[in-house]
Every structure is written in C-alpha cells, then in structure tokens.
C-alpha cells in the first residue's frame, strides 16, 4: 500500500475542497479531520470519502453557503440548526460551543439538527480531549440495520463517541450500533476471509459470519443483539428530542445520501472545574493502567483501553507515512488538480 | 409460580425494611423501588435483592443513617457524596434533584459518588419518565467480566439506562455491559437450557452458550464483544471523572459486596424546556411507530421498541399479581414479621 506524508495528504484533500468550492477555513477544517481519520487507520471516514463529500456538494445536498444559527439557548444547553451545511464544519463548531459553556460551568451541550455526515465520530473526541476535555458526543443517521427481530432496516448506526482526556494519552471510545459496517464487510469478502464473529443474517434468516451473504440479505446485526439495537433506537430518539431536529424515520424520507438531515449531541466537560486537571488525570491513569494490567487471554497479546491502539497507529503513520489506497489518492490528487 | 398482589408485596418489603431499621420515608421509596422492579419482571433486583440488602445494613456496608451532600455547585451540574448510604434513596434524590434543575434550565445533571448498589438502574429512568423527563443514568460497579482480550475480571457491568417519555408508554432502555447477567445463566442452568447466544467463554477460552462452562471459568462475554468491552471502560471514566469519585479498579479494594462505593451519573432533561411536551411526544411516537411497524424477522414475532414489553408484563402482573420465588416471598415474610 502507498504510504503519503500527512501534511502532503491534509494539502492534497484541501485542494480538492477549495477546488469544490468551500472557503479555505472551511477547507483546512475539513482536510485535517479527514486526513487525520486516514491518519488514525479510518480511511473509510478519511481520504476515501472526499470524493463522495465533494459528489455531495456538487449535488446540492450539502449546502456549503450554509452556517449554524442558534434556535435556542437554555444555559447548559444551546440548539442549533446546522442548515445542510458542511457536517464536519458544524460539528467542529458544536464541540467549540460546548467547550466554551463547558469552561465556564462544568458542563456545556449543544444539540445540534438539520446538519449532514460528521465523517468520523472519533474526530470531536479527540479534538476536545486534546484541549483537556471530558466528551460525549453522538449523531443519529439514516436506516442501515433492522432492529432486533426484524428483517427490514429501520434503525440507523448513531455511532457514540466517549472521550476522556490523559495527558499519556486520551481514553477513546467510537462505536458504531451494528457490529460490524459495510466497509468492513466489503474489506473482509475481497480478501476472501470469514468474519471473526457472526456478523449479521444470510437470505435464510441464519446469523453467519459470511461477509458476502450479509451484503446481500441487507440484514447486518446489531453490536450485542438486541442492546445495539436498543441503544441505537435511544440515541436517535434523544438526539431528536434535545435537538428538536428530525429522527431516522424523518431522515429515511430525505433520500440525499448518508447522513444528510442528521439530529447530533456534544456533550463536553471541563475537570478543571470538575476536581481539577491533575484529579481527571489520576483518575484516567488508574482506569488505564488498571485495564492494561489485565491478564491476556492469548499468549502474546495485549489488552488495551479504548484509544490505545489508534494511537500507536497514528504515531506510526506520521513517521512512516498514511498507507492510502492507490486509485483513490490519484482521484483526489486530480480533484485538487482540477482535472 | 406464586402470585402476589403488587399492594401486599410492597407492604410486606417495607415491613422488612422498617425492621431492619429504615426510617419511613426510607423504607416507603426502597419498598416501591424493589416491588415495581419485580412486578416489571426484574425479581433479581425486587424482592430477590432485599435479604441481601438487609445483610448489608447489618454488616455496616450501608450506612442507612447517610444522607447525601453536596460537594460542589456548578449551575447545571452538581456533585454529591453518598456516603455509602442506601443505594436507592441516593439515586432518587439525585434523580429529583436533577429534574429540579431541569425545570429550570433544560438540564440538570447529578453526579453522585460513593454511593452503594442503586439495585435497578430502569427505575430511575422510569420514575422521570413518567414525571415528563428525558435521561440518561448510568452506574459504575466493582469488576465482573474481563476486558476484551482479557482473562481476569476487571471491568465492571456498569449498567446505563436511557429513557425518553412517552404519553403511551415511554422509551427506557436498560442495559448492562455483558450479554449476559450471572443470575441469567443461573436461571439457565436451572433450567438446563443452552443460551441463545454466546454468553462467555470455557475454561479452554471457547466461545461456549454453555452457562455452567462460564460460570465456572468467570469470563463473562462483554455485549458485542470489543465494543462492550469499551463502553464499559469508558462509562467508568467518566463516573468517576464527574462525580471525583471512585473508578472501578478502587471500588475493587473496597470488598464490601456488590455496588458499594460506586460513581453515578444522572442527567435529567426536561422537554417543556426543550421544543415542547408536544413536540416531544411527537419524536417519541414517531420513533415507536416506525421500529414496531418492522417486518418480523419471524413469524407470529413482533418488533418491539425497548421497554414496550416491560410496560406490557407491568400492566400484566399488576392485573394478575406479581410471580415471586415462593422460597424467597417466605423469606421476606418473615423478615417483616421479624422471626
């Protein structure tokens, strides 16, 4: 695999979205979330999605002109209508909002509604994690998975993100409700492989680990059976309740692409007022270590807290770096050409 | 299976609490706690849970003369020390105590430390539910379950509840981090019946659905393997970290029997402040309608949004009285009766 220096990356796909039209701080601010995801070994929500966020604007469905407008302040709380505008730009706009309230008063949210795809969840976390705060963060979305029981998608994959700061390293947690997505089970049948654990249902209704039979029945499963599926069903529907913004049934009437008219939360905490930094950070140590201590189930290998290994990845990748795949950078390399 | 009328069963546990020394408020809001969680079902933290608890109280593992205080004030979140007293009316003053606050500002948020078993954590989220609030609650406990990858128990189960309400029948979604609970692969044991799914591992480090296999080995699977594993890790940390309180790798030294010590947080939204009672009843329906109007996966099956059947066994047994183990019902009576 190709391997590109990220600064060389994060340029290219800036490139690409001033080509496409966005302002150049819209631009740097989209470029360095995807870039860092390919950074982090998420291509899927990095490089590779630039072109299909730039199909997106070309179609209207994301409206670049757009910015968020306030709908309601209550204090700890802010609503926000995010227009169909850029989803990167607006959730990197909610989570400095929240920040804000949160270093005055503990704790600062915004709900945040009509936005379009955040990309990778995991960005705000480690955003606000990096500036020392404490983060839950989650976006509804469209159907992609039946809800438990059923054989029709009507539950979106609301990936919930959990972030806690460390000075050694922050606690990160960004799951998605199914088990597994499409990307993996599109990696996984072309290299030919099985799923290391039941992914989802064959045509026949039976839990399978053949990646390609999922794909084909559209039936993937929820992380834990019917807890992802519950937990997904939850977060849409308090996304769409604080934010008074639209739920996955509204979102499934859009047809505009993944994400388009997403509901989406920050929730962020500041220790410096909550005990203090050094507090939040012993605090963070011990749950670490602690996890980290475990005795591994298999010889030679590790047990890690969630965030660890995207870590090491990103450290490697900086120095060596971002593996990206082939065709796709000389995609975005002609989008930044304007070819 | 023994029934009881729901009236009496709460009548006979208050008894039981008053003789082991409760005051009567105390007594009154643990009895309704422990009754209606039975008569939703959960006998493993209704009446099953009152010897235990008592045992506790005799032990000083309770302090039932504790009462919680306040630590620090921040607007719209505040921090109180439980004082290891009674697990129950700690969290329903911290539950009250974030709704007041919701009232005002939209939010409220309590986050409570060395507090002791909240028994189930569903109350909480139902009792505001029915009051018109949204929330989210969640517990840290002492460890049960190995990290994903792990083989040694040191991440707890950490149950998290969220609840939306509803004017005919609110979402409330309680879960706990394994895929399954101990008393569940007991009761299956009993039964002599294999899980549905895989519930842990044997002690040659298989997957098994045998309960008796994992029981033996101690490793309880984590819901959705990897992402439980994290969800639990993180709901820890951030416990811990709001309400500076003890993490899961302290409450381990405390050795005081189950939930003892424990972090908890409750945030408390009020949606009169928030769009609406309206508007938000409109977004709960909405989401309910559209799950259960799923195509069964099976059928004669039916699709259910979380809490639907709860409501449905609540509604049942209240109507027909609630089934007890008659060996623990005799327990309790004579509890009351002080034999």
Partial sequence: MLRIQLDELQRTIEQALLRAGLGPQQALQCARVHASSSCDGV??????????FIEYVDKGWIDIAAESTLVSALGAIEVYDGHQGIGVTNALFATERAMEMARV???GIVA???????MRGGSYGWHAAQQGFASICWTNTESCMPAWGAADCRIGNNPLVIA???TEGPLVLDMAMSQYSYGKLQTTR????PLAYDGGYDSEGRLTRDPGAIEASRRILPTGYWKGSGLSIMLDAMAALLSQGLATNQIDEIKQGSGTGASQVFMLFDPRQLGGAAVADQIANSVAD????SEPAE???RVMYPGA?????REDNRQRGVPVDEDIWEQVQALARGD
């Fill in 299 to 301: 010889a030679d290998s």
């Fill in 290 to 293: 602690y996890v980290q201590a």
């Fill in 112 to 118: 945040l509604r009509n936005t379009t795809h955040w």
């Fill in 190 to 193: 072309l290299q030919g492989q």
């Fill in 105 to 107: 008063q503990g704790v």
């Fill in 309 to 313: 290994s995207t870590w090491q990845r």
């Fill in 43 to 52: 291509n899927s929500h990095g490089l590779n999605r630039v072109p299909r």
């Fill in 164 to 166: 806690v700061p460390r």
